[in-house]
């Protein structure tokens, strides 16, 4: 049967002649894993978002392996390679900076005895092994489905994806409603590829996150972390936001925000998470650095901005205000999405920070270009500048004012130097 074209009710093999997926498009080392694997009498597809991106044109982030050989078996053909995983347990091999992820062949949760689901049918662990077509279809999206075989290059569909990559569409494999109960995550993905392929999701997959959004809940903090700043840090953030909104998924994510924003939020402050995410977007796809702490910072401000001027009218008194809400805030935000310290503190630092962009006379913004955190609390102040949420005078101020400094400042994070003794100041000087 191998290069033929077969058509049956389960697979599609379209033969290496008819798709447009060549190795030249496939990275060295995962060639070699698939090879090596193949020539140890193992099946071994590439499969997942290297295949459905290649199919796309786009050039794809990683490439994912499937194999029918054990994860012992894998991590015993190479030297470089370590099992991870619970919930799944995968063998991840290592070229360089390179991984290559492989995982063997898995049945479906639901026909397996051994899949442990919790109350809400959240699958809990599913190690059970299977063939390459149970795994096919135990996968969320048909277009991540695909499998391309090392054995004779040829492409292998058993879930109808590339009818729905000729569609443009994100088609659950399976019931919507119970693929999302298994693992609410999904909902989450189908944000994610829907923005990042420019894909529409398909009507049942679509109107099941309505129903099911509220599963989010149940998953566990550090998994929603990953999840969120994929979706933030994706180049489509703006995308990804509107996304959130309409499919009411955001209070789950950030309930703070979403409290706001149904409070008749100010327009300004709406205009101000656009622009932020317009400048996120702009960053990861000009390739430059961005951060977890600066998403949370900015998708929080609306609410401690609030919250701080209830408590505090006098701006010259504004930052422990902003140090005491920015706590509080923070401390609820972590129960939904555990935020790793370092980026919750960064989060905190650029609130308390803004204020002191007000100051630009004697020693103080000299000093301030030292903080760990200034180019960050800076790209923060004049993202409010442009929205009228800070003076516009002051932001040119503070961009001039760089300008004329060292480049060290801004390149990398100002060393901390030994705290400067101040002389004390005589009156009449
Ligand atoms: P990208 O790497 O571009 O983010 P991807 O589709 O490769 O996209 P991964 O998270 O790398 O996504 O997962 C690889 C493959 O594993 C997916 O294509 C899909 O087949 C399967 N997969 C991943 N997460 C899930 C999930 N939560 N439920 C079912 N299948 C999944
Ligand atoms: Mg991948």
């Known amino acids: 049967m191998k290069n033929e074209e077969v058509f049956s009710d389960k697979l599609t093999v379209i033969p290496r002649n008819r798709h447009s997926i060549s190795r030249k498009s496939i990275s ?37 392996v499937a194999t029918d050989a054990t994860p012992e078996e894998v991590r015993a053909l190479f030297k470089n390679s370590r099992i991870i995983g619970r919930r799944f347990r995968l063998v991840h091999i290592r070229f360089g900076r390179d991984i290559i992820e492989v995982a063997t062949f898995r049945a479906h949760a639901e026909d397996s005895p051994k899949t442990e689901l919790d109350s809400n049918g959240r699958i809990l662990r599913d190690n059970t092994f299977g063939d390459i077509e149970e795994d096919a279809i135990r996968r969320d999206f048909t277009v991540n489905a ?39 995550v999904r909902m989450l993905r189908a944000l994610r590829f829907a923005t990042k392929l420019d894909f529409d999701i398909e009507a049942s997959a679509a109107s099941a996150i309505h129903d099911n959004g509220h599963l989010l809940a149940v998953v566990p903090p550090a998994r929603m972390f990953d999840e969120v700043i994929k979706l933030f840090h994706s180049g489509r953030a703006v995308r990804v936001f509107a996304l959130l909104r309409e499919f009411s998924l ?25 622009q932020a995410l317009v400048n996120t977007d702009t960053r990861v796809n000009s390739g430059k650095p961005v951060s977890p702490g600066f998403i949370f910072a900015v998708l929080l401000w609306p609410v401690v901005l609030q919250q701080a001027n209830q408590i505090q009218s006098d701006r010259q008194r504004m930052i422990p205000a902003l140090v005491q809400v920015g706590e509080t805030v923070m401390k609820r935000q972590v129960r939904h999405i555990s935020i790793p310290r370092r980026f919750s503190q960064m989060a905190r630092d650029i609130w ?9 006379q004697g020693k103080q913004p000299q000093r301030m270009l030292e903080f760990p955190v200034f180019r960050a609390a800076y790209d923060f102040m004049y993202i409010q500048a442009m929205v009228g949420l800070f003076p516009h005078k002051l932001g040119r101020w503070w ?10 400042h801004t390149a990398e994070p100002a060393k901390r130097k030994r705290p400067r003794r101040r002389r004390p100041r005589r009156d009449g000087n």
Do not use: M
């Not at 961009?399 to 060290?408: G, K, L, R």
């Open 28 to 64: 060295d080392s995962a060639l070699k894993v698939l090879y090596r694997l193949s020539k140890s009498g193992h099946r071994a597809c590439l499969v997942g978002g290297g295949v459905r991106d290649l199919l796309l044109g786009i050039h794809p982030k990683d490439f994912d």
């Open 250 to 274: 955001l209070k789950y994510l950030v309930p703070a925000l979403d409290e706001w924003l149904r409070d008749d939020p100010s327009e300004n402050l709406l205009d101000f998470i656009d």
């Open 146 to 184: 695909l499998y391309y075989d090392i054995a004779d290059y040829s492409l292998l569909d058993y879930a109808g994806g590339l009818d729905d990559i000729d569609r443009r569409q994100l088609r659950l494999i399976g019931d919507a409603a119970t693929r999302y109960q298994e693992d609410p």
């Open 352 to 360: 308390s920070t803004q204020p002191r962009f007000h100051r630009t």
């Open 399 to 408: 961009t001039d004012f760089q300008a004329d400094q060292e480049p060290s």
